[in-house]
């Protein structure tokens, strides 16, 4: 393949397309300031597919359908972001001493059934849904007799069959607590950890795009952390009318803290600039 064509950059003209046709499949926006950064991941499924220019690959992904295995390698490419267990302290801080410790009350005095059933929506290669299971392990009393569900969606394929390994790397696993780290975890190797059955059992791995209304449910907690950012206000309108609609009445959202909801939210009550409940109980 000639190197010299691969050594360029894609055209604006061209990023806009492709921008377009993401946004359209999948409502995120490409900011033509990563134009140097998808050039790169592009060419590289250039190489892999045989392709002689961008032009020609971007025609090629423009004729596969969304089951084509190119197509979740290119969504990759286009979407990967690091990601590691225990992200944002605060969250889960709220998670463990203020959800669960209320939800256990609940339970015990009879105002709710011992059932909880999570969403971890974009959870990328996993570390989400196995964090809400470590903390469930630690922290709700008798969790082995409750009816607990997590419910872990990603768009990308790839990007789930990472995640049903449960497996994660020494970066990944640098802010779980240490005794965490012992109980739930088993070491691999030097570099690699696995979560153990324990946590694993309640987890569910299945493709959904946020476009699409979800149809499982209803939820106590959804977890939609850190990709609101990438679209913008019609299509976040959308994701969170379907996010609003799976959530049982008094259930809570948990988002970052940038995802630029808090004019768009509709009936979600704001608790703190990234979690917000659903009126009803």
């Known amino acids: 393949m000639d190197q010299k064509v691969l050594a360029k950059q894609i055209s604006d003209r061209l990023l806009a397309k492709i921008a377009d046709f993401v946004y359209q499949r999948t409502g995120?926006?490409?900011?033509?300031?990563?134009?140097?950064?998808?050039?790169?991941?592009?060419?590289r499924r250039m190489r892999e597919t045989g392709h002689k220019s961008f032009e020609e690959y971007f025609k090629y992904v423009q004729s596969i359908d969304e089951s084509d295995p190119e197509w979740d390698a290119f969504l990759q490419e286009i979407t990967t972001h690091e990601t590691f267990l225990f992200r944002d302290e605060a969250h889960w801080e709220w998670f463990q001493d203020q959800f669960l410790a209320q939800l256990a009350k609940d339970a015990r005095t009879g105002k709710r059934p011992r059932k909880l059933h999570i969403w971890s929506a974009a959870c990328s290669t996993g570390d989400e849904p196995v964090t809400l299971a470590c903390c469930i392990a630690a922290k709700l009393p008798n969790a082995h007799l409750w009816n607990i569900r997590i419910l872990a969606t990603d768009i990308g394929v790839g990007a789930l069959e990472q995640a049903k390994q449960a497996t994660f790397g020494t970066r990944a696993m640098g802010?779980?607590?240490?005794?965490?780290?012992?109980?739930?975890?088993?070491?691999?190797?030097?570099?690699?950890?696995?979560?153990?059955?324990?946590?694993?059992?309640?987890?569910?791995?299945?493709?959904?795009?946020?476009?699409?209304?979800?149809?499982?449910?209803?939820?106590?907690?959804v977890v939609l952390k850190n990709v609101?950012?990438?679209?913008?206000?019609?299509?976040?309108?959308?994701?969170?009318?379907?996010?609003?609609?799976?959530?049982?009445?008094?259930?809570y959202l948990l988002t970052g803290a940038a995802e630029g909801i808090?004019?768009?939210?509709?009936p979600l009550k704001r608790v703190y600039p990234w979690l917000f409940q659903k009126p009803g109980s």
């Open 28 to 43: 995120i926006r490409l900011s033509p300031q990563k134009k140097a950064l998808l050039s790169n991941r592009l060419r």
């Open 175 to 221: 802010r779980v607590p240490e005794e965490y780290r012992k109980r739930y975890f088993t070491q691999l190797d030097d570099q690699r950890w696995q979560a153990k059955p324990m946590l694993t059992r309640w987890i569910t791995y299945k493709q959904h795009n946020l476009l699409d209304p979800m149809r499982e449910g209803p939820f106590d907690l």
């Open 228 to 251: 609101l950012i990438y679209f913008d206000v019609e299509s976040k309108k959308k994701v969170l009318a379907h996010v609003t609609k799976a959530m049982q009445p008094g259930a």
């Open 262 to 266: 808090a004019n768009i939210r509709g």
